[in-house]
């Protein structure tokens, strides 16, 4: 039987795979690490409760969940209607801070709306940043996390979603800060994607080991159309660097749509932390869901 080129593409990445991630029996202290924070993450303290969104499970099926991975199996927050099904998926890539709470109440939020939501956690094998208490401390860790890494558990979390009642012939990605950099690259990764919503992601960076591309560098390869939602006053993601990725889709012919919000900050979306703004984060989550209905992830 003669392989298809996407057959072969996968057993290519499959092997790519495992030899970035040789097969290993976790320690005792990489399955205490195999779990998800509870609550928010201590460098996010104090959270402002007073405009603290929780969304409840009520007709929800949600909780932690484990996806197996090529190497190892790492933690997950899902969150799909109880009844029904197969559902639409939207990969959900956490902040800096992991997959804490926030993150997964916007798991809950999606599958309010009738997603299957899956947010797994990142950072498993460098290390577990919700006890840190300095941002310093976080970067440290994430600094570590290579992006081929971050591709490969991606792709195991949809495979999970694929077998749990998820529909993944309708496919998307969404994620906030560190994860809206992750999203474009995402978008550039997986040619089964079908949208993909970057929140405040950095577009532009010194390439390394780990992070050899920058979503400007990614803009002609992207394989699904993206909504990127930024704040006009986000001191991490200078405007220039927005128009320059804005000027790198519109070079290569690919769809990618980008709104700035005025006044706003990074990070506006976070109804926990002092940034967040109201309006635009009410907006961007419409706009949200009408990118992922718009194409075809519904």
């Known amino acids: 039987m003669t392989r298809s080129n996407d057959d072969a593409a996968e057993v290519n990445l499959a092997s790519d795979m495992r030899s970035l991630f040789p097969k ?8 205490v690490l ?18 603290t969104i929780t969304t409840d499970t009520d007709g929800l099926e949600a909780g932690e969940v484990q996806v197996a991975a090529p190497d190892r199996a790492i933690p997950a927050y899902r969150a799909k209607p109880a ?12 902040e800096i801070f992991g997959v804490h709470e926030h993150i997964k109440d916007v798991c809950r939020r999606l599958a309010k709306a009738g997603y299957f939501a899956i947010a797994p956690e990142m950072y498993v094998r460098q290390g577990d940043v919700a006890g840190l208490k300095s941002i310093d401390e976080v970067r440290a860790v994430v600094a ?26 309708k496919l998307a990605i969404t994620g906030f800060c560190w994860g809206g950099r992750v999203t474009w690259l995402y978008a550039a990764h997986n040619p089964k994607l079908k949208a993909g919503v970057a929140w405040y992601g950095r577009l532009v960076g010194e390439p390394s080991a780990l992070t050899p591309k ?8 992207l394989k699904a159309p993206v909504l ?10 200078p405007l220039d660097t927005v128009d320059a990725m804005r000027a790198a889709c ?20 976070a109804d926990y932390r ?25």
């Open 24 to 31: 290993f029996e976790p320690s005792r202290r990489e399955a």
């Open 34 to 51: 195999a779990t998800l924070a509870t609550g928010f993450a201590l460098a996010t303290q104090p959270v402002a409760a007073e405009t």
């Open 83 to 94: 009844q029904g099904g197969p559902f639409p998926v939207v990969l959900v890539v956490q």
């Open 144 to 169: 570590k996390v290579p992006d081929a890494q971050v591709m490969s558990d991606l792709d195991a979390a949809v495979a999970f979603a694929a077998s749990d009642g998820g529909d993944v012939e």
């Open 214 to 221: 920058h979503p400007v560098d990614v803009a002609g390869d």
């Open 228 to 237: 990127g939602l930024y704040g006009s006053a986000d001191q991490g993601i």
């Open 250 to 269: 519109a070079k290569s012919g690919k769809t990618c749509e980008i709104v700035v919000f005025e006044g706003a900050p990074h990070a506006f979306h």
């Open 274 to 298: 002092p940034s967040y703004r109201a309006e635009p984060a009410k907006e961007g989550w419409s706009r949200l869901l009408a990118w992922l209905k718009q194409h075809g992830v519904a």
